[in-house]
């Protein structure tokens, strides 16, 4: 089974690039202190890698 992680956005978006807000979005964040947990994938970590001054990823 593959391992999951936790992302959480701490950061707005307001202010930031539209490429920026729409890697946020399609991880699925959409406010403040929102949580997610998905797949550790390259797909996703290259997300969290855009966004990672935005974000805070922990293992679920």
């Avoid at 950061?11 to 797949?39: A, F, H, M, W, Y």
């Avoid at 994938?41 to 679920?60: F, L, N, R, T, W």
Wanted: proline share 5%; charged share 30%.
């Amino acid at each position: 089974m593959a391992d999951k992680i936790k992302i959480t956005l701490i950061r707005s978006c307001v202010g930031r690039p539209q490429k920026q807000r729409d890697t946020v979005s399609s991880l699925g964040l959409r406010k403040i202190n929102s949580t997610v947990i998905k797949e550790n994938s390259p797909q996703v970590k290259g997300m969290i890698d855009k966004v990672s001054h935005m974000v805070k990823v922990e293992p679920a």
